[in-house]
């Protein structure tokens, strides 16, 4: 679609022959909004533009609270696009892999859909082989989300929030959640998250951003470095075995940088059982403390972008897009080959619900879950 700031007149006349969307700007400074659309049901989808006074932008659609566009300069000053996802709400509408989106109710994977919570046994969604993934059919990536243009000091923001009646997906509990999006001065997006509810239940959100700091071609060449002296290993269905096992000697260690493509191919995961290989590991952050730390550092050499990650989350799912197959048509009708973008989901470790030594992820009523993550762009 085509992205316009509030335009002279000539413009908007222009515009409103050819049915293009028009940029409205709220009235708050730095933030756009535009009509994406319709879903199926008849609901709208509008778009939200942040740009700060550096220029930078990033663009998120009600629609799974889901960033379309983030827009930031390479080395020599020049803004690139380096997230993937589609140029219309069909693309997102016909199913995708969580592009851009908001995770929850909770992200990742749950084994067998089933837990046990003060005593009695929940069943969720199965929608990943035999376990429940990303919230389960329908999770807080499909659901359209109220947006609210927030005026804060940081920078233009914009605030979504979304109520998960109880049951849905099999989970206990009405869940009122939040979402800012914020586009600092410092050249970060931070996101931050926040969620109440009225009966236990577990909650862990984050978001599935697909990057690709070249703007372009694979993922394979950025070098990358993660604060993590563990990971969590996996059995053949991608479900935490329950250690915490040291990355040291092995492809798994990013404590110093590594191209991403340098060690990928032995990790050949199983692709029999539907697991085509390459890293698709949650990483044990050092910091654990739930104060916001620094996680992870990406450097693509080419444009010189650097991408710099703080959560107050104690793990990353570091993905390297393995899944991707060349089956989908993304922006500028660019076909998303494997490993054309990675995703780095600041969260609580996969199956948590089942795991009584991983950090709990159960909230109750009368608390507040919240969890933030930054994104910080430079150049070197
Ligand atoms: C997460 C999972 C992956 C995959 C992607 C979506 O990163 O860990 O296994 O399901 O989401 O394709």
Sequence with gaps: ????????????AFCACSHAPVMQSSSVAGVSQSDFGKTADGNSVELYTLTNAQGLKASILTYGALVTKLEVPDRNGKLGDIVLGFDNLEGYLAGHPYFGATIGRVANRIAKGKFTLDGKTYSLAINNGPNHLHGGLAGFDKRVWKAEPIASSEGPAVKFSYRSPDGEEGYPGNLDVSVVYTLTAQNELKIQYAATTDQATPVNLTNHSYFNLA??????????TIHARRFTPVDETLI?????????????DFTKPHQIGERIAQLKGNPEKGNPGGYDHNYVLNSGTGELAPAVR????????????????????????????????GKGGVVYQKHAGFCLET???PDSVN????????????????????????VE
């Design 215 to 224: 703007g372009g071609g694979d993922i394979l060449g950025h070098d990358l």
């Design 347 to 349: 969260d609580h470790f």
């Design 355 to 378: 795991q009584p030594k991983f950090p709990s992820i159960i909230l109750r009523p009368g608390k507040t879950y919240t969890q933030t993550t930054i994104h910080k762009f430079s």
């Design 298 to 329: 990406v450097r693509e050499p080419n444009s010189g972008r650097v991408m710099e990650i703080f959560t107050t989350e104690p793990g990353v799912q570091f993905y390297s897009g393995n899944f991707l197959d060349g089956t989908l048509k």
């Design 1 to 12: 679609m085509n992205i316009r700031t509030l335009v002279p007149c000539a413009f908007v």
């Design 240 to 252: 935490p075995t329950g250690k915490l096992q040291s990355v040291k000697n092995s492809p798994m």
